[in-house]
């Protein structure tokens, strides 16, 4: 495939994944195998006090030697609460700057609030941090965000967790069209053609969590899901042929077509 | 006495310690961990060196799984 490059360096797989909402780590680990991703979500959390010592840690099922972990600040309301969860994953991340922000803005809709996002971003970039931001679908938004710095954006398709798909295909292809960074859709893909979907439109990646967590069989959609970013970029890559509507054109020859019976 | 508040729950401790020490305590010394006191990190390599007081607020959090 073609170079897949986010902040200076190339990843092998277009597709990144969250780490969240799995029966259990062999259950997280084997279906990220089967997804070919190598950029992971990560989210950070108060650890639990005098509980149990010896609970397996997720660092060590998917280690950093193995994957690019991408910290989230996934939860946060504020930009000051986003930027202290972020500081703490790089000291917990030995020095890590590619982080993914997402600052929320209601609790019912996981919308993301684009004020606070981008006054957590402008901060996060001045202390170098590599800023990969989720975000709304609101082109404007989009722009201000790669004008201040951000590496990547990442326009939602529909409500977190959701599963709707791609609820606004104009809106993202604005922003992809507008964009000189990589454009991600974070957010709302819920089954494999929904993926391909955002490839087609052009968008350099997909990143998704419960699509594959929540499938039935989460591994079998974890290579679904590898399988169709990949479909989904050559097809983009090849160009589609131009639609056109009410014409017609058959595929085999016109000519030497055996005539009817004479009766 | 030191009384510390750690992930918002207060905590009594009745020796004086520095953050390694702490981490000892609470059986969390080489986990995959990162610190947070009175709002500022606390980088790895300053656990040994820094002492806490009486009142300190830590943070201490965890990798979990996550979107």
New interface residues.
């Given amino acids: 495939m073609d170079d897949f490059i986010i902040a200076g360096k190339r990843y092998a797989s277009r597709l990144l994944v ?5 029966k259990d780590f062999n259950e ?1 680990r084997t279906a990220i195998e089967a997804s070919g991703a190598r950029i992971i ?7 639990n ?2 509980q149990n ?1 010896n609970e397996p ?4 099922v998917l280690p950093p030697s193995q994957y690019t ?1 991408l ?2 600040t ?1 939860g946060c309301y504020s930009a000051d609460e986003a930027i ?1 969860t972020l ?3 790089r ?3 030995d020095g890590h700057s590619l982080v993914k922000l997402e600052v929320l803005g209601d609790p019912r809709t996981l919308f993301p609030n684009v004020v606070e996002t981008i006054k957590a971003a402008e901060i996060l970039i001045r202390e170098n941090f590599q800023v990969m931001v989720y975000t709304s679908d609101d082109p404007i938004i989009a722009k201000q965000l790669e004008e201040i710095g951000c590496v990547a954006i990442m326009p939602l398709a529909s409500l ?2 959701s599963g709707m798909g791609i609820l606004n295909p104009w809106n993202l292809q604005i922003i992809i069209d507008n964009a000189r960074i990589p454009v991600l859709v974070d ?1 709302g893909v819920g089954t494999a053609s929904d993926a391909t979907i955002a490839m087609e439109l052009g968008c350099d990646g997909v ?4 699509a594959i967590a929540n499938a039935q069989n989460p591994i079998l959609m974890a290579s679904a899901m590898r399988k169709a970013v990949e479909a989904g970029r050559e097809a983009y890559l090849a160009g589609r042929m131009a639609k056109k509507p009410y014409s017609a054109s058959p595929s085999s020859p016109t000519e030497g077509i055996l005539p009817a019976m004479i009766k | 006495m030191l009384q510390l508040t750690i992930n918002g729950q207060p905590q009594h401790f009745d020796k004086p310690l520095n953050v390694q020490q702490l981490l000892e305590c609470m059986s969390l010394q080489n986990k995959r961990i990162a610190v947070e006191r009175n709002g500022e990190i606390v980088p790895r390599s300053q656990f040994a060196v820094q002492a806490l007081s009486d009142g300190d607020r830590l943070e201490i959090v965890v990798a979990v799984g996550g979107g």
Avoid: F, Q, S, V
Avoid at chain 1, 57 to 60: A, E
């Fill in positions: 969250g780490t969240g909402k799995y997280t979500t990560i989210a950070i959390r108060r650890t006090i005098g010592p840690n997720l660092l060590d972990l910290p989230n996934a202290r500081r703490l994953a000291e917990l991340l977190i967790g957010a990143l998704m969590n419960t």
